[in-house]
Nanobody
Framework: QVQLVESGGGWVQAGDSLTLSCAAS????????MGWFRQAPGKEREFVAA????????FYADSVKGRFSISRDNAKNMGYLQMNSLKPEDTGVYYC?????????????????WGQGTQVTVSS
């Protein structure tokens, strides 16, 4: 079992930056790939970024490529999402997830563990 807690969300203006954190506890965090997803009001949860167990491989949705950066610190059981040049369409609840062994790394259904989410609001 892995428990995930996101933090760092907030209200920002377009063009600003924000860093989200994901604190993991329970089973060994380094055993799992992790991902970030987001869900806007009235829309389905969508893939944002993912990172391999070691951190050596990263994956991004086209909509955030070049603006967002995913990282992890396995020694601290932490994951991060650095978000730059934020746009109003980045608004949503951001979730971190771990253990993508149930499917492809960019798929919601692949992940076994989820946090409760943190709200990010970007105003124009």
């Amino acid at each position: 079992q892995v428990q995930l807690v996101e933090s760092g969300g907030g209200w920002v203006q377009a063009g600003d930056s924000l860093t989200l954190s994901c604190a993991a506890s329970g089973r060994t965090f380094s055993s799992y790939a992790m991902g970030w997803f987001r869900q806007a009001p009235g829309k389905e949860r969508e893939f944002v970024a993912a990172i391999s167990r070691s951190g050596g491989s990263t994956f991004y949705a086209d909509s955030v490529k070049g603006r967002f950066s995913i990282s992890r610190d396995n020694a601290k059981n932490m994951g991060y999402l650095q978000m730059n040049s934020l746009k109003p369409e980045d608004t949503g609840v951001y979730y971190c997830a771990a253990d993508a062994s149930h499917g492809t790394i960019g798929s919601v259904s692949a992940y076994a563990y989820w946090g409760q989410g943190t709200q990010v609001t970007v105003s124009s």
